[in-house]
Structure formats: C-alpha cells, structure tokens
C-alpha cells in the first residue's frame, strides 16, 4: 500500500467519525507497491453519508493531509453488486 499509516488513519477517522459503521477501501494505483504517481481512490460502503456528507469529508481529510488528489466514492451495502464496486472490494485493501 503506497499509502502511509498516517493518511490512511485520517482517511479512516474521518469517514467513521460521520458513520461508524462505515467501511473505508482504498482501491486503485495506491494498492500496488509497484505503481508510481496517482490519486488516492476511496471507497465508502455506508447507507447514512449523503452527497453532501462526503463533500464535507472530502474536505476535511484534505484539510488534515494536505491538497491533494482524492477521490472519495459511495456505495450503500445494497448496491455493492455494480462491477466497480466488485472491483474496488476485491482489489482493494480496507482502512
């Protein structure tokens, strides 16, 4: 994970400080230890954080780790069947 414990405990604190039972994914180049460069891609699985929720998130974890590229997206536990979703859970590592 080229993530550091750091920004992936603000990433998690933060999204759980509005939803504790929210689950947090990080998915995408970060993943692989390999890749260079890239975003942090975020998945949220929860059925409480609206549109306006992550927003508000978004902005606070960036307020925390500095400006950079994030990309924060939500599922409902329902809807986690679409194939990026199935990407993003199988690929990707929990924080």
Do not use: N, Y
Not at 18 to 33: E, I, M, N, Y
Not at 65 to 82: E, F, K, N, S, Y
Request: aromatic letters at 4%.
């Amino acid at each position: 994970m080229r993530l550091s414990e750091h920004v992936a405990k603000v990433i998690g604190d933060t999204v759980r400080a509005a939803d504790p039972q929210a689950q947090v994914w990080l998915h995408g180049s970060r993943v692989d230890d390999t890749a260079r460069g890239g975003d942090i891609d975020i998945l949220v699985v929860s059925d409480t954080l609206t549109f306006h929720d992550i927003v508000r998130l978004r902005r606070a974890i960036l307020d925390r780790i500095g400006w950079q590229q994030l990309d924060l997206t939500v599922r409902r536990r329902d809807a986690l069947d679409d194939p990026f979703a199935v990407l993003c859970l199988s690929t990707g590592l929990r924080i």
